[in-house]
């Protein structure tokens, strides 16, 4: 097993625990957590590509994984803030319960 | 593969399953703390420095703070009665299993095809910083105004809504 295969499967593995925490969690904070775990896994199949691909002097796997660090700050920041708000609207953070689009 | 992977993988899938499956949602911080630490550590063992140190500044600084304070805002820390996993979750499971089994396929049957290089990348700062203003000039742009109106929209998301005038 070469080791970006060992980096790419703990991505994979990584990614997979997130979405199943994003699936299955009750608390809207939770399955922001765990979108927030798919985007690292994601990052870190991008540094593993670009230690081990080709030309890693064009900094092209780096760039992408630094980008995407800055969306997911913004993604959180404002994710965060649209929990706070319902929760301040419905009472509640849990998704079981907000059953319905009408305010 | 070292054992200084083995031990980082394992501190970050540990951390992640812990972040996952934990009742009390602070634990479950602290856990996704790990997480992102371990992650750290691997970009680290990349030969990623930049990238290591700003996982660390942004995601243990900044994002791990944030969640702490939306879960004490909403009073999250407190376990519901019915239980922390939706009434839907082995549907969940079996989806996220299922891309599991992809993925670790697909890498597993490419694994020739994959690039291999052994060479260390001679990459430092200045070069990162260079070609953020050469090259990438313009995604870095977009970037800063993608963070500019998700500071100025979370605000106003978040912000306490008037009374209606009656």
Redesign the interface.
């Known amino acids: 097993?070469?080791?970006?295969?060992?980096?790419?499967?703990?991505a994979?593995?990584?990614?997979?625990?997130?979405?199943?925490?994003?699936?299955?969690?009750?608390?809207a904070?939770?399955v922001?957590?765990?979108i927030?775990?798919m985007l690292?896994a994601a990052?870190?199949n991008l540094?593993?590509?670009?230690?081990?691909?080709?030309h890693?002097?064009a900094?092209t796997g780096?760039?992408f994984?630094?980008?995407s660090?800055?969306?997911?700050?913004?993604?959180?920041?404002?994710g965060?803030?649209?929990?706070?708000?319902i929760?301040?609207h419905a009472k509640t953070?849990?998704?079981?319960q907000m059953n319905r689009m009408k305010g | 593969m070292s054992l200084v992977f083995y031990i980082l993988s394992a501190l970050t899938v540990a951390g992640g399953l812990a972040a996952m499956l934990l009742k009390n949602m602070v634990h479950c911080v602290l856990a996704l703390t790990v997480a992102f630490a371990g992650l750290a550590l691997l970009f680290l063992n990349l030969d990623a420095q930049f990238a290591g140190f700003a996982q660390i500044l942004v995601y243990i600084g900044a994002v791990a703070i944030l969640v702490v304070f939306a879960i004490l805002l909403t009073r999250g820390s407190e376990t519901p009665q019915e239980g922390i996993f939706s009434r839907t979750w082995q549907a969940g499971l079996a989806a996220s299993a299922a891309v599991f089994a992809v993925l670790g396929w697909a890498v597993l049957h490419s694994m020739s095809q994959l690039p291999h290089e052994t060479a260390m990348p001679d990459v430092n700062v200045r070069q990162i910083g260079q070609s953020l203003v050469g090259r990438y000039v313009l995604p870095l742009e977009i970037v800063a105004v993608l963070l500019t109106v998700a500071l100025i929209g979370a605000v106003i998301i978040a912000m306490q809504e008037k009374e209606e005038p009656k």
Do not use: C, K
Not at chain 1, 1 to 10: D, E, N, S
Not at chain 1, 47 to 54: D, L, N
């Open positions: 097993m070469t080791p970006l295969t060992g980096y790419l499967l703990v994979a593995l990584l990614f997979s625990i997130g979405l199943a925490g994003a699936l299955t969690r009750r608390n904070i939770l922001l957590i765990g927030e775990l690292n990052n870190l540094i593993a590509f670009w230690r081990y691909g080709p890693p002097e900094l780096m760039m994984a630094i980008f660090i800055a969306v997911a700050a913004a993604e959180a920041a404002v965060l803030g649209l929990v706070i708000q929760h301040r953070t849990d998704l079981d």
